[in-house]
């Protein structure tokens, strides 16, 4: 059942505390303030709605209620402000009276365990999360606090929550997952004979070996890496063969009582299996010389991709591009604004291409700039052709030769440049630089509370 609105947060304790300690603090004050209009809660029940079509349940009246929405929005805006993890967010509210009366829950009320939190964060997903900052923005213009006169627009790589992947290390990997999982289906539908035969002793000697090779630095060097990186895809082969052997059997023996889990434990092998294939399909392509498209870097985490930016210091991330938007009131130094929800694709995708999605979202929006800044890996026709619904008063584009006077020009240069400071504003104070979920729906979520986080931040600043 869902529920939104929050009880009391004063209770008979309140009374006996000074009012210095009552009150909040002046930033937290301007936030409560922003999000307090029950509006902003709109999103969420439209959610639970779509929810009552989809499953033919009526989870909005029936079952076990929610926790209020209102504190989880505000659980959610917190963790982002301060880079939390779900179990130091839980742990800094309960011993917080500020932080408690912030997300209005009473002192003698039981802060949400956090895998309440963590769990709702995924059911709700990201185009919820998205409507709340549209709702914000589109808030702030009709108040007239708000007027967007220039956008600024660049892309960013957000990093998955993986470790430099190499192909022997993701054969080590698969090879023991495999494994675990197989061990677990075997034990659950009782198939002794089929099971997966754990190689992680066999193939951590050859990464051992690959690591004392390494370190030779040769030409003779190189090639026998490349043999002893064959030989962990051999392994991870035979690994992936067995667990195709176990899930056959174990689908003929799923009936009666249990068969759902033990059908849903043989989907779970089965796309391990799959990835793990994949994996050493790559590492035979590259033994062949041949080119790779679509590289899996990450087991547990599908959707990442590398990406190649050409920066010194990070030649190579493993993660996804998405394509930041920054609505701002002018152009002068130091120009804070909204961001609107981002734009993203899989693998690496050029400026371009995520720019007609970034366009439909200040159309979605009702904003019309007069002027775009924009990077220099935006190329002049398809920009103009993706601008032109907007119909900007001028368009301006890193590197290029553009119509208008010198100073217009130095000005706008200026202002593109701050995207790049915005961005890194965003990754060091609102952990836009790595994505703690997994798969490009977990990096999505993500990135929209990040944003959220960062336009309430904005305007409770305005406000204050």
Not at 301 to 312: E, F
Not at 346 to 354: F, H, V, W
Request: one cysteine or more; proline letters at 4%.
């Amino acid at each position: 059942m869902l529920r939104l609105l929050a009880g009391q947060p004063e209770s008979l304790w309140d009374e006996a505390l000074p009012i210095e300690v009552r009150e909040l603090p002046a930033d937290l004050a301007a936030l409560d303030r922003l999000l307090s209009d029950p509006g902003l809660l709109v999103p969420i029940v439209a959610h639970w709605r779509r929810q009552v079509l989809e499953t033919r349940r009526a989870v909005l009246t029936d079952g076990r209620p929610t926790i209020a929405m209102e504190s989880y929005v505000r659980l959610m805006v917190l963790k982002q402000r301060y880079r939390w993890g779900y179990r130091t967010l839980v742990s800094e509210v309960s011993d917080s009276i500020h932080l408690r009366r912030f997300c209005r829950i009473a002192l003698s009320e039981r802060v949400p365990d956090e895998s309440t939190v963590r769990k709702l964060t995924r059911r709700i997903g990201p185009e919820t999360v998205n409507e709340l900052t549209r709702l914000l923005i589109v808030r702030a213009t009709r108040e007239k606090r708000f007027r967007a006169r220039a956008v600024r627009i660049d892309s960013t790589v957000i990093e998955a929550d993986v470790k430099y992947p190499t192909d022997a290390g993701l054969a080590a990997a698969g090879v023991r997952a495999l494994a675990r999982e197989g061990k677990k289906l075997a034990a659950l539908v009782g198939e002794q004979k089929r099971r997966v035969r754990d190689r992680s002793r066999a193939v951590g000697r050859t990464l051992r070996a690959l690591t004392r090779t390494i370190r030779r630095r040769s030409g003779e060097a190189k090639t026998e890496v490349l043999k002893l990186t064959v030989k962990t895809g051999k392994l991870l082969k035979r690994s992936v063969g067995e667990s195709r052997r176990l899930a056959a059997a174990a689908r003929w023996r799923a009936r009666g009582r249990g068969a759902q889990a033990k059908l849903a434990a043989t989907a779970k092998l089965e796309q391990l299996a799959d990835r793990c294939e994949k994996v050493a399909g790559q590492i035979s392509k590259r033994v062949a010389g041949e080119p790779i498209h679509d590289r899996l870097v990450s087991l547990s985490d599908a959707d990442a991709r590398p990406i190649r930016k050409g920066k010194l210091g990070k030649p190579n991330e493993f993660g996804y591009v998405t394509q930041l938007a920054e609505v701002t009131e002018n152009t002068r130094r130091g120009a804070r604004g909204l961001i609107l929800p981002a734009a993203n694709a899989l693998g690496n995708p050029g400026e371009d291409k995520l720019l007609p999605a970034t366009v439909a979202e200040l159309e979605r929006l009702g904003l019309s700039p007069r002027e775009v800044a924009l990077d220099g890996g935006f190329h002049t026709g398809p920009t103009s052709e993706a601008l032109s619904a907007l119909s900007p008063a001028r368009v301006f584009i890193s590197g290029r030769q553009q119509p208008g006077s010198k100073r217009t020009q130095r000005r706008l240069a200026r202002y593109r440049t701050g995207c790049e400071g915005r961005i890194s504003h965003l990754k060091r104070r609102y952990g836009l630089d790595r994505s703690r979920l997994k798969g490009n729906q977990g990096q999505q979520i993500w990135t929209g509370w990040a944003i959220l986080a960062y336009n309430a931040d904005t305007l409770a600043i305005r406000a204050h």
